[in-house]
């Protein structure tokens, strides 16, 4: 299971629809995460730039997409960005094997 950063920013028509009728935006959320063996964390909304965030966990790559897919064709959102997230170990583990992995790449040719 990989973890991963949901940010989005709702349309106007919905946030309308918000305002007018009230609901459960993070029971809805989780309908859209769940059926693709996902588990929703944490979900907030936002200030700023993004109406939201959540902290998702799911089982591979592959079903991040397809949560994301549901929720991007449900007319709900202007935009939807996933990011990867790595636990601390599994980045020290990636710091590790690039310091270890033989390789010819430079950031200048020479």
């Not at 009728?21 to 693709?36: G, V, W, Y």
């Not at 909304?45 to 790559?61: M, Q, S, T």
């Amino acid at each position: 299971m990989g973890y991963y950063l949901l940010q989005w920013k709702y349309k106007d028509a919905q946030v309308k629809r918000m305002i007018s009728k009230p609901h459960n935006r993070q029971a809805m959320a989780a309908k859209a995460i769940e059926p693709f063996g996902g588990k929703l964390h944490s979900f907030f909304f936002a200030f700023g730039p993004v109406d939201g965030v959540a902290i998702v966990e799911y089982p591979d790559n592959e079903s991040a997409a397809a949560g994301a897919m549901l929720i991007a064709g449900a007319d709900v959102v202007e935009s939807l960005s996933t990011t990867v997230l790595l636990t601390s170990a599994e980045a020290e583990q990636a710091m590790r094997r690039a310091g270890t992995t033989r390789h010819s790449y430079s950031a200048m040719p020479e």
